[in-house]
C-alpha cells in the first residue's frame, strides 16, 4: 500500500513538474516575443558611450569616497566617543556601492548592445537593486555630514575631510545625470525597439 501511495504521489509530483515547467516554457516564449530587445545600428555607439559615462561616474565616486572612508579618524582611540561611527559607515557603504554598481552598469549596457532578451532584463533588475542604496545613501550621508557628531568628525580630522562636502553635493548634483543615462540606454536597447520602431 506504502508503495502504491508512493508510485501515486510520485506521479502527481512529476505530473505537477512536467505542467509547471511547460508553464514556464510558454511565459518565457511569450515574453520573448512581447519584449524586442534588438538595438538599431545607429544606437549602439550610444549605448556604449552612456555605459562609458555610467562607469566614470560610478568609479570615480567609488575612489573619491574610499579615500575619504580612509581619513575619517577614529575617535575613541583618542579617548571620545563614537562621533565619526555613523558617518564612517555610510562614506564606506557608498563607496562599497558604487563598486559594485560600476560593473552592473556594464553588464546592463552589454544586454542591449548584444541583443540578449535574457541578459539585459536580468541585469536591469540587479543594477536597479543595486542602486537602491546609492538612493539611500544620497540622503542619508549628508544627515551624517551635518549632524552634531558629523560636525564634530570633521573638525577632529581637520583638512583631510576638506574635502567631503564638495565631494557629496558633485555626487547629489550629478544623481539626476546618472539616472537619465541608465533610461537612455534602457530607451535605446528596449523601449525603442519595442514601442517606437513597432508603431512607426
Same mark, same amino acid.
Given at each position: 500500500?506504502?508503495?502504491?501511495?508512493?508510485?501515486?504521489?510520485?506521479?502527481?509530483?512529476?505530473?505537477?513538474?512536467?505542467?509547471?515547467?511547460?508553464?514556464?516554457?510558454?511565459?518565457?516564449?511569450?515574453?520573448?516575443?512581447?519584449?524586442?530587445?534588438? *538595438?538599431? %545600428? &545607429?544606437?549602439?555607439?550610444?549605448?556604449?558611450?552612456?555605459?562609458?559615462?555610467?562607469?566614470?561616474?560610478?568609479? +570615480? !565616486? #567609488?575612489?573619491?569616497?574610499?579615500?575619504?572612508?580612509? *581619513?575619517? %579618524? &577614529?575617535?575613541?582611540?583618542?579617548?571620545?566617543?563614537?562621533?565619526?561611527?555613523?558617518?564612517?559607515?555610510?562614506? +564606506? !557603504? #557608498?563607496?562599497?556601492?558604487?563598486?559594485?554598481?560600476?560593473?552592473?552598469?556594464?553588464?546592463?549596457?552589454?544586454?542591449?548592445?548584444?541583443?540578449?532578451?535574457?541578459?539585459?532584463?536580468?541585469?536591469?533588475?540587479?543594477?536597479?537593486?543595486?542602486?537602491?542604496?546609492?538612493?539611500?545613501?544620497?540622503?542619508?550621508?549628508?544627515?551624517?555630514?551635518?549632524?552634531?557628531?558629523?560636525?564634530?568628525?570633521?573638525?577632529?580630522?581637520?583638512?583631510?575631510?576638506?574635502?567631503?562636502?564638495?565631494?557629496?553635493?558633485?555626487?547629489?548634483?550629478?544623481?539626476?545625470?546618472?539616472?537619465?543615462?541608465?533610461?537612455?540606454?534602457?530607451?535605446?536597447?528596449?523601449?525603442?525597439?519595442?514601442?517606437?520602431?513597432?508603431?512607426?
Amino acid at each position: 500500500l506504502k508503495q502504491t501511495c508512493w508510485l501515486k504521489w510520485s506521479k502527481v509530483y512529476w505530473c505537477t513538474g512536467d505542467y509547471f515547467a511547460a508553464s514556464l516554457g510558454q511565459i518565457l516564449k511569450h515574453a520573448k516575443m512581447a519584449m524586442t530587445v534588438r *538595438s538599431l %545600428p &545607429e544606437d549602439k555607439p550610444k549605448i556604449l558611450f552612456y555605459a562609458a559615462m555610467m562607469w566614470v561616474q560610478n568609479f +570615480g !565616486f #567609488f575612489m573619491m569616497y574610499f579615500l575619504l572612508y580612509q *581619513s575619517i %579618524p &577614529e575617535l575613541r582611540n583618542m579617548g571620545k566617543g563614537g562621533e565619526c561611527d555613523t558617518l564612517r559607515f555610510w562614506v +564606506g !557603504f #557608498f563607496a562599497l556601492d558604487c563598486f559594485v554598481e560600476s560593473f552592473c552598469c556594464i553588464w546592463m549596457a552589454m544586454g542591449g548592445y548584444t541583443d540578449s532578451v535574457c541578459l539585459f532584463p536580468v541585469m536591469w533588475i540587479v543594477h536597479l537593486l543595486v542602486a537602491l542604496p546609492y538612493c539611500i545613501c544620497t540622503v542619508t550621508i549628508p544627515m551624517a555630514i551635518y549632524s552634531d557628531d558629523g560636525k564634530v568628525c570633521r573638525e577632529s580630522a581637520g583638512p583631510n575631510l576638506y574635502s567631503l562636502v564638495p565631494v557629496y553635493w558633485t555626487h547629489c548634483g550629478l544623481f539626476l545625470v546618472y539616472v537619465w543615462m541608465m533610461l537612455s540606454i534602457t530607451y535605446f536597447s528596449f523601449l525603442k525597439p519595442t514601442f517606437v520602431a513597432k508603431s512607426s
